[in-house]
């Protein structure tokens, strides 16, 4: 069975950084590449960030670019995000889902198939 | 970035009801859309993809279609488990987006 485990959340103060653990079992880790998606109640569901399998492919929503980093530890089953300079507006829950999906026309076409039970940010004074 | 525009943002129904979602893209995405169903306090789940496929242990009652920029999520007989929060995300390109989430009450 599938499990990922979110963990690192906590409330900040604006300009601080935190970091973001989501730990996988029940697959394959080191074959899929994981995205981090966030809610909140402003803004809905939003995608935020990916990491390819081996970890040399990442991308970043506009909103966190610069400010977060994306990484994984295949041989621990780890994937991260470290998040610094946290401004208010990063308050959510934020989620770890793993991608399904394949590559066809020169494009690749993944979606979330599992998703961990999320983990509470809060960035206030 | 392409924005995803669910309808209704609610809808009231009944149990046995057959119900219709629709997601709108602002740009042509093929079929690369899926939908999830959000229950309080719990993560999404993911329920159809490809715009049609149904997700391993969904249940039967839940349809997918639709291509290009308009797609629908339709359930033939609403059972109490389905009062829940959907949405659909494009995964035509990056950033993926959600559409806002459509709730589904009971009447």
């Known amino acids: 069975e599938v499990q990922l485990v979110e963990s690192g959340g906590n409330l900040v103060q604006p300009g601080g950084s935190l970091r973001l653990s989501c730990a996988a079992s029940?697959?394959?880790?080191?074959?899929?590449?994981i995205n981090w998606v966030r809610q909140s109640l402003e803004k809905g569901l939003e995608w935020i960030s990916y990491i390819g399998h081996t970890g040399d492919e990442k991308k970043y929503a506009d909103s966190v670019r610069g400010r977060f980093t994306i990484s994984r530890d295949n041989a621990k089953n780890l994937l991260y995000l470290q998040m610094n300079s946290l401004r208010e507006d990063d308050t959510a829950i934020y989620y770890c889902?793993?991608?399904?999906?394949?590559?066809?026309?020169?494009?690749?076409?993944?979606?979330?198939?599992?998703w961990g039970q999320g983990t509470l940010v809060t960035v206030s004074s | 970035d392409i924005q995803m525009t669910q309808s209704p943002s609610t809808l009231s129904a009944s149990v046995g009801d057959r119900v219709t979602i629709t997601c709108r893209a602002s740009?042509?995405?093929?079929?690369?859309l899926a939908w999830y169903q959000q229950k309080p306090g719990t993560a999404p789940r993911l329920l159809i993809y490809q715009a049609s496929n149904l997700e391993s242990g969904v249940p039967s009652r839940f349809s997918g279609g639709g291509s290009g920029t308009e797609f629908t999520l339709t359930v033939s007989s609403l059972q109490p488990d389905d009062f829940a929060t959907y949405y659909c995300q494009q995964y035509n390109s990056y950033p993926y987006t959600f559409g806002q989430g459509t709730k589904l009450e009971i009447k």
């Open positions: 740009q042509v995405i093929s079929s690369w």
């Open positions: 029940g697959f394959a880790f080191g074959s899929y590449s």
């Open positions: 889902a793993k991608d399904r999906g394949h590559c066809a026309g020169g494009g690749c076409y993944r979606y979330h198939d599992s």
